[in-house]
């Protein structure tokens, strides 16, 4: 491949994906680190996209407001709703009755409390704004006990994990900052990490929640592989690639 048929193609990726890593473009196009690091070097020089840590970011994306270490809620809020409570909306359908679920903090998966039609399961989470809606529309719910960590309203520590350890989940849901090939699905905070960690492994079946722009970023601490999951994303586009990722499902905005 000519170097200038690799750039145009590596920008098509940035383009449709929003963002790219490193390592997706090795596996993309059979090319070396070397080449991938030059090549998005020349583009970023071009201006083309915006060259970052570990890999690019499209022109659409500000990538100094909307990176994988952004933590605080508020912030979060502001970015993909409506992708967050598509992707909320179809996770919610796959509850059955009798599940025990875990409902991991994060912006996307709180969403889940306006959309779970069944008042029979039990829930537990530790996402102190998820419970409290929970708890208003009369749901069986549980909050871990452990340390509040303000900047995400979640509860961290090693009583929440010890907690964990007796639990086994039919269902969990879990939200992340980042999901790469080679990081998989990561968080900038090893407390959370910690406690994610340990929930997914309670859980018979592990869903991530994520709208299309953590795909490509990746943060400090890797909590689970993309084998360990299922993925339920949400396209915004109709050229969206997922090709380059295994068991993600698409939910279509209309």
């Known amino acids: 491949m000519l170097s200038e048929e690799r750039q145009d193609a590596i920008l098509k990726i940035v383009n449709n994906a929003g963002s790219v890593s490193i390592q997706e473009l090795i596996t993309c196009l059979h090319i070396s680190e070397s080449t ?3 090549d998005l070097l020349i583009l970023h020089k071009q201006g083309k996209l915006n060259k970052v840590h570990g890999g690019a970011t499209s022109l ?9 270490d952004m933590e ?11 992708e967050k409570r598509k992707i909320a909306k179809y996770a919610a359908s796959l509850i059955q009755p009798g599940d025990f679920i875990y409902i991991d903090a994060g912006s996307t998966t709180e969403q889940l409390a306006e959309f779970i039609s069944r008042p029979e399961v039990i829930i537990m989470t530790n996402s102190i704004p998820l419970v409290q809606k929970l708890a208003i529309k009369g749901y069986n ?5 452990g340390k509040v960590k303000s900047s995400t309203e979640s509860v961290v520590g090693s009583q929440a994990q010890e907690h964990l ?4 989940f039919t269902l969990g849901f879990f939200g992340t900052n980042g999901i ?3 990081e998989g699905c990561s968080t900038p905070d090893i407390e959370e990490a910690a406690v994610k960690q340990r929930a997914l492994k309670q859980c018979k079946q592990r869903f991530i929640l994520s ?4 795909f490509g970023l ?8 993309l084998k360990a999951t299922k993925i339920i994303t949400a396209a915004t586009t109709a050229d969206f690639d997922y090709s380059i990722y295994k068991k993600v499902t698409e939910v279509h905005i209309l």
């Open 60 to 68: 659409g994306i500000n990538h100094t407001i909307y990176k994988a």
């Open 36 to 38: 991938a690091r030059r």
């Open 211 to 214: 709208d299309n722009s953590k």
């Open 72 to 82: 605080n809620l508020k912030e979060k809020y502001l970015m993909h709703m409506t």
């Open 180 to 182: 790469t090939l080679s």
């Open 218 to 225: 990746s943060s400090h601490f890797t909590f689970s592989s």
């Open 165 to 168: 350890q007796d639990c086994h």
């Open 141 to 145: 719910a549980y909050i871990l006990p």
